[in-house]
C-alpha cells in the first residue's frame, strides 16, 4: 500500500484527511467522554442529516447544509440541556430521530430520481477532495487553537467539582464551545466515517486511552494516536480486503477498545488479588 499512497492522490488525501481526523476526535471525543456528553453528540450528529438533506434540496453543498444543521442543534442541545432538567435526554433524544427524518422527507420532495446518500450516512475517506481536506485543516486549527488557549479552563470544567459553582458563566461559555466544536468535528467526520459511525470514532480513542492513562494531557495525546491507529488500520484492511473504509475503522476502533477493556479489568482483579 506504500506504494500505492505515493502513487495515487486519493490515497494521499485520504491520509491527511485521517490525520486531521484523528486530532478533532481526540481532542473533542476526550472532553465528551470526560463528560459523559454521549447522548448529546450522537444527537448533533444524526440531526446533521437533515441538513444533508436540505442541502440536495435547495442545490448547495450537502456539507454545508450538515455544518448549519450540526450547529444549530449544537446552540439548541445547549438550551434544552440547561432549561429542560430530568426531560432533556428525552428531547436530545427525539431530536436524534427528528434529524433524521427531516433528511428522509427533504430528499424525498426532490424531483427525479434520489441522490445515492451512502457516502454521508456511512462515509468514504478514499473519496475525500482537496476541498474537503481544506474544511477539515481550518476546523482542525480551530478547534485546536480553542482547546489549548483555553487548557487550564478546560481542566478546571472536566476536573474540579467546585469550578461549576464558583464560575457560572465560565462554565456556560464552556459549554458552548463545546457544543460548537462537536458541531464542527461531526461534519469533518461525515467525511471518514459517516453519520451513523462518527459517534463511535469521536469516542472509541478517547475511551481507550481513558483506560490507560490518568494524567489530562497525556490521555490527549493518546488519543489522538489511537485515532491514527484506528483509522489508518481501518483504511489499509479496507484497501486489501476490499471492503467499506468507514465499517472497517469503526470495526478495529471497537475491536481495540473491548481488548483494551478486557485486558485493564483483568490487570485490575490480579491487583486487588494480591492486595488481599
Known amino acids: 500500500m506504500l506504494a500505492d499512497l505515493i502513487k495515487y492522490q486519493f490515497l494521499q488525501n485520504a491520509f491527511i484527511a485521517g490525520l486531521l481526523a484523528s486530532v478533532l476526535a481526540g481532542i473533542i471525543g476526550f472532553i465528551i467522554v470526560e463528560k459523559k456528553m454521549i447522548m448529546m453528540s450522537g444527537g448533533i450528529a444524526h440531526a446533521s442529516y437533515g441538513g444533508v438533506g436540505l442541502g440536495y434540496l435547495i442545490g448547495i453543498e450537502p456539507l454545508y447544509g450538515a455544518l448549519g444543521f450540526s450547529l444549530l442543534s449544537a446552540v439548541s442541545v445547549g438550551l434544552i440541556k440547561r432549561k429542560g432538567g430530568t426531560d432533556s435526554d428525552i428531547i436530545i433524544g427525539l431530536f436524534w430521530s427528528l434529524g433524521m427524518a427531516l433528511g428522509v422527507i427533504f430528499i424525498s420532495l426532490m424531483p427525479g430520481y434520489p441522490p445515492n446518500l451512502n457516502s454521508y450516512l456511512f462515509g468514504n475517506i478514499l473519496a475525500v477532495t482537496r476541498a474537503d481536506l481544506m474544511m477539515?485543516?481550518?476546523?482542525?486549527?480551530?478547534?485546536?487553537?480553542?482547546?489549548?488557549?483555553?487548557?487550564?479552563?478546560?481542566?478546571?470544567?472536566?476536573?474540579d467539582d467546585e469550578f461549576s459553582g464558583i464560575r457560572g458563566s465560565g462554565v456556560v461559555l464552556?459549554?458552548?464551545?463545546l457544543l460548537i466544536m462537536t458541531a464542527l468535528t461531526v461534519v469533518v467526520l461525515i467525511r471518514i466515517v459517516g453519520i451513523v459511525l462518527a459517534l463511535a470514532i469521536l469516542i472509541a480513542p478517547a475511551a481507550t486511552s481513558k483506560l490507560l492513562f490518568k494524567k489530562m494531557s497525556k490521555r490527549v495525546m493518546m488519543s489522538v494516536i489511537f485515532g491514527v491507529i484506528f483509522i489508518f488500520s481501518g483504511i489499509w484492511l479496507s484497501y486489501t480486503l476490499n471492503t467499506?473504509?468507514?465499517?472497517?475503522?469503526?470495526?478495529v476502533a471497537v475491536i481495540c477498545y473491548m481488548a483494551t477493556y478486557i485486558l485493564t479489568s483483568i490487570k485490575l482483579r490480579k491487583k486487588q488479588g494480591n492486595g488481599h
Open 174 to 177: 464552556l459549554e458552548y464551545l
Open 136 to 159: 477539515m485543516l481550518i476546523v482542525a486549527v480551530v478547534v485546536s487553537l480553542v482547546f489549548f488557549a483555553l487548557f487550564n479552563n478546560w481542566k478546571a470544567y472536566l476536573f
Open 244 to 251: 467499506a473504509a468507514g465499517a472497517m475503522i469503526i470495526l
